[in-house]
């Protein structure tokens, strides 16, 4: 049946979206949430369907479009389109399998990861594959076989010869060792491609601390001479078809708060396999508020890192790092950019952890390569930072993907002093990033804290543990407010 196209004017971020009038919905006996297809020219799509009760809002004869719809199929103000009808998508009766427990396999965990892909499920349905996963778990090979559809319903970045890459599972906040890392792996030579992430509950990711030096929006044609013309990138990986559904399923997990074993390892795996990487340096925290709370949980998150990255032919080494308190001085993305930037202009008063840190990635990523023998990795990692080589590689890397403008931290300021003398116990990661998210980061990007006093320094009475910084008033009083209750800090 044909309708004329009403463009709605609303966008929902993925899903596809059709509204019909509900006179036209009776004539056709379709419901709210089933699945129609939309044809235009030689182009279809399957859209979910809502029912208008309003000739206002859609009026019979015409059809509501959402702006995925119009997009997708490129269709013109006014257009008629032909109206199908189609059923549920195979791939619901296999999330209803996982749900019950069975164990799926590759053809049905790729038709899965296809319709989230292309935006054929509800995200009622995506919450259940999600829920399904969190409650009966992967097995080894169905994370492999999820991989490996992430990846192939996505595209893929090629590179010859040896390509490193580096991911750390999250949980602490600064840590910002990948931008120091990339620079001097690339400064040895070494192809090093990273696309990564903004922050979803952390202060800032490593795209939104890049972005305040770089363009991280890029395509992959200019992507792929920038690696070609510099070895290195730092990117962020959503804004290219890169494994594109594993940033829909974090979408669901975030409002959640889960995050199912096997689809962190799928989606850590995916990433990597998309840029073809040879050898993976993954770092896992281990402390109270990260995803590896002890040791036996990082010991075994360690173990099915390499397990999987063998049956996916990459060669893959895990380390297991102090995950107990921030890594740097600064918590969000300008603090954190200063942090980078201090270490690789060999700063005295650079954060030594940082760099340390740094330093220690950089020596494994350079003997995996099979270049450099056991133990000289971190030598000469320490020397090309020293030498400034670092330094210039990023700046050529900035000059590549582009030059931003600069950013000027929050004009709101607060002093967060101690209220005993002591010695510093405990710093709560989760309590440090809630406060710098409540001070605007990292949308602001200037909004965060510098951080005076870590683990074991003593503090006097009265003494600054940390200064928050906000882009406006409303934003710190409400941190301020949140600190009465809690400053994050334990002293004894």
């Known amino acids: 049946m044909k309708f004329r196209v009403k463009d709605m004017d609303i966008a929902t971020g993925d899903i596809l979206v059709a509204i019909l009038n509900e006179k036209d919905a009776k004539k056709l006996d379709l419901h709210s949430g089933d699945r129609v297809l939309v044809n235009y020219g030689k182009k279809s799509t399957v859209a979910i369907l809502d029912i208008s009760e309003s000739k206002r809002a859609v009026p019979e004869g015409k059809i509501g479009l959402f702006e995925e719809v119009l997009d997708k199929l490129h269709i013109k103000k006014g257009a008629v389109i032909d109206l199908g009808f189609t059923g549920k998508p195979e791939s619901v009766k296999y999330i209803r399998d996982k749900l019950f427990g069975k164990t799926l396999a590759y053809t049905e965990l790729y038709r899965i990861i296809d319709d989230i892909t292309n935006d054929r499920l509800t995200a009622v349905e995506k919450t259940y594959f999600v829920a399904a996963g969190f409650i ?40 910002r060792t990948t931008m120091i890392v990339i620079p001097i792996i690339a400064s040895a030579g070494f192809t090093i491609p990273k696309t990564s992430s903004r922050a979803i509950t952390s202060p800032a990711g490593t795209a939104d601390t890049m972005e305040c030096l770089a363009r991280v929006e890029l395509p992959e044609k200019r992507i792929k001479e920038i690696v070609r013309k ?105 603090l954190e950019s200063e942090d980078v930037m201090a270490v690789l202009r060999n700063d005295p008063l650079a954060p030594e952890d940082l760099k340390e840190k740094a330093i220690k990635m950089a020596g494994i990523l350079l003997e995996m390569t099979g270049r450099y023998r056991r133990r000289e990795g971190a030598k000469v990692a320490r020397e090309i930072l020293k030498s400034g080589q670092a330094l210039k590689k990023m700046q050529e890397i900035i000059k590549a993907q582009g030059r931003q403008k600069k950013f000027t931290l929050g004009e709101y300021r607060k002093p967060v002093k101690s209220g005993k003398k002591g010695r510093v116990k405990e710093i709560d990661n989760e309590i440090i990033a809630k406060i710098a998210r409540m001070a605007g980061a990292p949308h602001d990007k200037g909004s965060g804290l510098f951080i005076n006093k870590k683990i074991g320094d003593s503090v006097k009475n009265g003494e600054l543990l940390y200064t928050l910084y906000a882009e406006n008033k409303f934003k710190l009083d409400l941190a301020v407010e949140f600190l009465k209750k809690n400053k994050g800090y334990i002293i004894g």
């Open 230 to 334: 510099t070895k290195a990138c730092i990117v962020h990986g959503g804004s290219m078809n890169l494994a594109p559904a594993d940033d829909k399923i974090i979408e669901v997990e975030h409002p959640l708060s889960i995050d199912a074993e096997g689809q962190l390892l799928a989606s850590v795996m995916a990433k990597k396999y998309t840029v073809s990487a040879n050898h993976v340096l993954i770092d896992i925290p281990l402390g109270k508020t990260t995803k590896a709370k002890n040791k036996k949980d990082a010991n075994h998150l360690r173990k099915m890192f390499e397990l999987i990255g063998a049956k996916l032919g990459m060669n893959v080494i895990v380390i297991i790092t102090d995950g107990s308190q921030p890594i740097g001085n600064g918590v969000g993305p300008l």
């Open 136 to 175: 009966n778990g992967w097995s080894t090979e169905e994370v492999v076989d999820m991989t490996k559809a992430m990846v192939e319903t996505g595209g893929q970045l090629k590179f010859p010869g040896v390509t490193l890459d580096k991911h750390c599972i999250g949980g602490v906040p600064g840590n």
